[in-house]
């Protein structure tokens, strides 16, 4: 993952600079075939860059201190690795599967580990798993991210049944998931421009 951590103010004609954000972290996930797949995505697209955070790779406590106390020794190292390249993002990719109808342990803790990192932000979601493609667990971040000030994107890519959508070289086989993803890419574009433009104009009040 690379991170450049500076949140100058950018120039309106500077590409996108959007973080996609790993859920899982369970051994043997699917999560890295999903995020390669947006990845490039993304990375055909002249108006965005794109920074992986994975949790997998850049775990947080999963302790949070006592509101008013200082984090345990070793925290701000952890959250070197992650809070930078949130806080210097435009826009927001989660991609999530579903666990017990709702998103990972892992996500949670890193959304509550940030706040002012989201203020004013897009988010769109990835989502997969069997029947459900995910839908609930994204259902259940709307509400979270709405209470910390983000703007969610309402067009979602649900990959139901993901396992059998990629062939042995993980390689997407269904042109509608293709089509989703633009879309949802296309939304999340439209947002990040005028919230950036508007924090530029007028810092956020939460």
Same mark, same amino acid.
């Given at each position: 993952m690379t991170v450049n951590p500076s949140v100058a103010p950018t120039p309106a004609a500077a590409p996108l600079r959007v *973080? !996609?954000? !790993?859920?899982?972290?369970? $051994?043997?996930?699917f999560a890295p075939v999903v995020t390669q797949w947006i990845k490039g995505h993304i990375d055909q697209r002249a108006d965005m860059t794109v920074d992986v955070v /994975?949790?997998? $790779?850049t775990p947080l406590p999963t302790v949070l201190p006592a509101f008013g106390q200082p984090p345990a020794p070793g925290t701000e190292e952890a959250l070197a690795l992650v809070s930078p390249c949130l806080a210097a993002a435009d826009a927001f990719v989660f991609i999530t599967p579903e666990y017990n109808h709702s998103y990972p *342990?892992?996500?949670? &803790? *890193?959304? /509550?580990?940030h706040n002012k990192e989201w203020? *004013?932000?897009?988010?769109?979601? !990835?989502?997969?798993?069997a029947i459900s493609g995910g839908l609930r667990a994204v259902e259940h971040l709307r509400v979270v991210m709405a209470e910390l000030n983000a703007t969610t994107?309402? &067009?979602t890519v649900s990959l139901h049944n993901a396992w059998g959508l990629f062939d042995d070289q993980q390689r997407m086989t269904e042109p509608a998931s293709d089509a989703a993803v633009k879309v949802m890419l296309d939304q999340l574009a439209w947002w990040a421009l005028a919230l950036r433009d508007a924090r530029t104009a007028r810092p956020y009040a939460a």
């Open positions: *973080a !996609v954000l !790993v859920g899982s972290t369970r $051994e043997g996930r /994975d949790l997998a $790779e *342990a892992s996500l949670k &803790n *890193a959304i /509550d580990w203020h *004013a932000k897009p988010i769109g979601f !990835v989502s997969y798993g994107i309402r &067009n």
